[in-house]
């Protein structure tokens, strides 16, 4: 049996999302950086984590699947449904693959590109927006301290 949820267009919240993803090395040690904010702008939540061994496509693949599924389990499943969310990232060629504009040259993204690509499915719309560097500092900034504090940790 199927249930169906009739949507009001009053009812969608609109969640805007940063994310980036470096290695150092390409592969190399690599890390991933989120925000998450309301319409308004508000930090909702914002995550910096190692990845491990990664290259600089992989760990951008890493830093949107790792949102969306921090913003479902944030919203919890049914309201992830009334959500409209806006990822935003300084990679064009990440942005253009999911927004299906750039062909998937390397194997390796392919499972990363079907996770994201499934888990667009949890919400009411998923927009993949390119946007300048500059506008992304703050996840950038998060990139670097968690690939600092991993290196200090090796190191120390």
Not at 21 to 40: F, K, L
Not at 131 to 136: L, S, V
């Amino acid at each position: 049996m199927y249930r169906y949820m009739v949507i009001n267009k009053k009812d969608i919240k609109k969640l805007i999302v940063y994310t980036d993803g470096g290695s150092r090395g390409n592969p190399g040690s690599a890390a991933i950086g989120v925000v998450i904010r309301d319409s308004d702008g508000h930090l909702v939540k914002s995550y910096a984590k190692a990845i491990g061994q990664k290259t600089n496509n992989e760990a951008e693949y890493e830093a949107v699947a790792f949102a969306l599924g921090r913003v479902k389990a944030l919203f919890g499943g049914a309201r992830a449904r009334l959500l409209s969310v806006v990822v935003n990232m300084d990679s064009e060629l990440v942005a253009r693959q999911l927004g299906g504009e750039y062909k998937i040259e390397e194997e390796r993204l392919f499972p990363l590109f079907i996770k994201i690509w499934n888990s667009r499915l949890d919400f009411h719309e998923a927009i993949f927006t390119h946007i300048p560097r500059e506008k992304n500092r703050d996840a950038d900034r998060l990139v670097n301290e968690a690939l600092d504090k991993e290196q200090t940790q090796l190191f120390s």
